[in-house]
């Protein structure tokens, strides 16, 4: 039961129910329907990278738990090609522009001037049409502050699709607003406002903007960092 998994990745990554609603800006009481059966989360995807835990396993019980479960004798198999700037791309390999020196700020902002030093970043083919987007339309920066995480820490890699614009409710999005660059929750609401949200919300409190002076750059899809 997807409960019981829930409780399984919580109690594996030493958090309890309280963390768990903190961090994502939920009810205890909803952590604990979910435990119970009674609910089913609605962004399972970021309940599952806060556990650290295999979407796929959470969602259906298969597969490995952990998202790093790789057992020992593969990983002294396992070969890595060094490579540069001047390294063909493979045929099963993209790159995107990543635009190293802006900052799209997880806390209070970072200027929107764009200076791109031919900075790239590679992906697979494979990834891409698994996340439904084109190289085209993809761009990455790192962010810079604390109001996303534990989703989205200091430091980390974030790749938008520019091409998704359109306001799902929940889904995190790369902004600018009054010349200030960020990552943020987003949620609709009456009178063509959005709801501006950080998951770190006791240090960044939600925010209500006009839709009209918000510019939304894309959707965030994917994220990495270092531990």
């Known amino acids: 039961m997807l409960g019981n998994r829930i409780k399984q990745a919580r109690l594996a990554a030493g958090l309890t129910q309280p963390d768990i609603a903190q961090k994502l800006s939920i009810s205890k009481a909803a952590v604990s329907k979910w435990e119970k059966g009674e609910n089913i989360p609605k962004e399972l995807d970021l309940l599952a990278k806060l556990l650290r835990v295999n979407l796929h396993w ?5 597969g490995e738990m952990l998202v790093q479960d790789i057992r020992l004798n ?34 209070a902002g970072a200027t929107a001037e764009v200076d791109y030093n031919g900075y790239k970043l590679r992906f697979g ?9 084109q190289k085209e339309n993809v761009i990455c920066f790192p962010a810079r502050g604390n109001s996303m995480e534990p989703i989205i ?57 006009d ?6 750059i894309g959707r965030v899809f994917h994220c990495s960092f270092e531990l």
């Open 58 to 62: 959470l969602r259906t019980g298969k």
């Open 74 to 107: 593969e990983m002294k198999t396992m070969q890595v090609d060094e490579w540069d700037d001047t390294t063909p791309l493979h045929s099963d390999e993209v790159e995107v522009p990543y635009y190293k020196s802006i900052e799209l700020a997880a806390g």
């Open 125 to 133: 083919k494979r990834f891409f049409r698994r996340k439904g987007v």
């Open 153 to 209: 820490p200091n430091g980390a890699t974030v790749a938008v699709d520019t091409a998704k614009k359109e306001i799902i409710d929940g889904d995190i999005y790369a902004i600018c607003q009054d010349g200030l660059c960020r990552l943020k929750r987003l949620y609709l609401i009456p009178h063509h406002q959005i709801r501006i949200n950080s998951f770190n919300s006791d240090e960044h409190p939600d925010e209500i903007a």
């Open 211 to 216: 839709l009209n002076h918000v510019d939304i």
